[in-house]
């Protein structure tokens, strides 16, 4: 059974950084992409950075770009999400998403406060 689970969420000041992590156990093959995925209060789920396995090529959320980056360990089955220059707008659930040929799984989320 293949399980992901987050870290590294909390409450932070307008300006300052959080680290995520997402560490996927199981029996997980043919992965096409890894990502991170957020839903603040009242909206919808929305994309803010993917990976993919097959050269390593990034997608950022406008809103993000500059200052997310997305990283993986395929050895680990991990992948991170480094966020600086954090915003309110920053504020929401964030989930980690791993799509292989067959399908796709998610976390369970974790919440990201930014104070202003």
């Known amino acids: 059974q293949v399980q992901l689970v987050e870290s590294g969420g909390g409450l932070v000041q307008a300006g300052g950084s959080l680290r995520l992590s997402c560490a996927a156990s199981?029996?997980?093959?043919?992965?096409?992409?890894m990502g991170w995925y957020r839903q603040a209060p009242g909206k919808q789920r929305e994309l803010v950075a993917i990976i993919r396995t097959s050269g390593d090529s990034t997608n950022y959320a406008d809103s993000v770009k500059g200052r997310f980056t997305i990283s993986r360990d395929n050895a680990k089955n991990t992948v991170n999400l480094q966020m600086n220059s954090l915003k309110p707008e920053d504020t929401g659930v964030y989930y980690c998403?791993?799509?292989?040929?067959?399908?796709?799984?998610w976390g369970q989320g974790t919440q990201v406060t930014v104070a202003s």
């Open positions: 199981g029996s997980i093959f043919s992965i096409l992409n």
């Open positions: 998403g791993i799509v292989t040929t067959s399908a796709a799984y």
